[in-house]
């Protein structure tokens, strides 16, 4: 990729359950890098987000994401929190670990705030890097070590990426970003080594 491409934003969000439309958005995270290599990072952001109808909240989400009213006490409305993640990254690429959850939320609740994708300057294509991250693993041979959910965990686990704080939005945005630095590494060894569709992009 070339060094003046558009940044990269990797995304993560918690929330109150797995039904956009009811759950609704707790964190907000992301980790912003410059979109060609070595990718250094240039920003990274984590919002809480005061949830609106707590009643309808799944208590096993509430649990995995720690969630405590003394924790979310300075918590932003809904709205601040789109505009925020609106303005931090604006005009990045968006990658995350299985994204169309993320974008189930993050898109409509811009939206609720008056503002789209063309008014955060972002494209309509999410990339996930889970896919990138099976496309890999059958490259190398090792897709069913993996199968059938590969998921974030275990390509940490793959990698050597610590993510002591999982299910945080900013935690879960680093190892993913973390992991994107690495399969963008091991995708030019395959292709320094003549493999086919051996690329990140």
């Known amino acids: 990729m070339a060094s003046d491409a558009r940044p990269i934003a990797f995304i993560d969000v918690e929330t109150t359950g797995t039904w956009p439309g009811k759950h609704e958005l707790l964190e ?21 987000i005061k949830p ?6 799944d208590p096993e ?22 505009r925020e993640f609106c303005r931090r990254v ?14 189930a939320f993050l898109e409509p609740a811009l939206n609720r705030a008056g503002l789209g994708l063309e008014t955060c300057n972002l494209d309509y294509t999410w990339y996930d890097l889970k896919i990138e991250f099976r496309r890999w693993a059958i490259l190398v041979g090792r897709e069913a070590e993996f199968t059938p959910r590969f998921s974030l965990g ?39 080594g003549g493999a086919p569709q051996a ?3």
Not at 28 to 48: I, N, Q
Not at 61 to 80: G, I, Y
């Open 90 to 103: 604006s005009g990045a690429s968006l990658w995350g670990w299985n994204v169309g959850f993320d974008r």
């Open 154 to 192: 275990a390509a940490r686990r793959c990698f050597g990426v610590g993510n002591e704080d999982a299910h945080r939005a900013l935690s879960d945005a680093l190892a993913t970003y973390q992991i994107f630095v690495r399969l963008a590494d091991e995708f030019d060894r395959l292709a320094r």
């Open 28 to 48: 907000v995270g992301a980790v912003v890098a410059a979109g060609g290599a070595p990718f250094a990072v240039t920003d990274s952001f984590e919002v809480k």
């Open 52 to 57: 609106a109808r707590l009643s309808d909240a």
């Open 199 to 201: 690329s990140l992009f």
């Open 61 to 82: 989400a509430l649990r995995v994401n720690r969630f405590s009213e003394e924790e979310w006490k300075d918590a932003l409305p809904e709205d601040a929190a789109a």
